[in-house]
């Protein structure tokens, strides 16, 4: 979901002469919802930043592990996954509703790619209720109303942010977003957070001549925080043990490598 997307609120148009994060991100993690176009761009950041497969991995595993916790041990029955990507194996309602047939999540993209997946998105349980909205991340109003169709807002919800705000290029417009989302879900709800940075601590550097390659020949444009960017995500809420860290060790194996992508979760006091 970039800022030159889809400024109207709908589905950017399908262009397959140009990569694109979603399908880019699909080859990286294996899967084959791609063209050759985002194949080759693909390896072209892979050749100048070695680990952006393992970040693509690791950033897949931290979405497991967090609602795999925010429903078996904190409860969760409602999810809002917001810049969704192309299904691939065990997602957010997937995942979810194993542990809890009644949940309800749903699914926030604009990406015409993914669209045309959607379906497999919406293969919920007979307990529970999926849902994919066609909607930009810059419209939080948009986003809400629809979302009210399938979750209950007066209830905690889960909101999923993963890879989403690196594309809103704007850190004050980027912070907005996030204020307008958790200011319209109650006490008890989540942010869950994915973010590249270029933070040295991270093994970050990379990620400066990858992105000025990507932004030269892909879309949608991309931008990397500092720990301080990111942490101001998160202002007003109370972040979940082990706070902001590389994504790979968010409550993993402590042999997990370190990589430049921060995660972390949050509850809404």
Known sequence: MSEQDSPSGGSAVLNTGVAHNARVWNYWIGGKDNYQVDQEVGEQVAAMFPVIRDVARA???????????????????????????????????????????DARIVYVDNDPTVLVHARALLRSTPEGATDYIDADAHDPETIIREAAATLDFGRPVAVMMLGILNFVLDTARAQDIVRRIMAAVPSGSHLVLTHPTTDAGLGGEGNVAAMKFWNDNATPPITARSREEVTAFFDGLDLITPGIVSCSQWRSDSTA?????FGAVAVKP
């Open 257 to 261: 490598e370190v990589l430049p992508q």
């Open 59 to 101: 950033d897949r595993a931290f979405l497991g592990r967090a609602v795999r916790h925010l429903t078996a041990e904190c409860g969760m029955r409602q999810f809002m996954d917001i810049g969704t990507g192309l299904p691939t194996l065990d997602n957010t309602h997937e995942i979810a509703q194993r542990i809890a047939p």
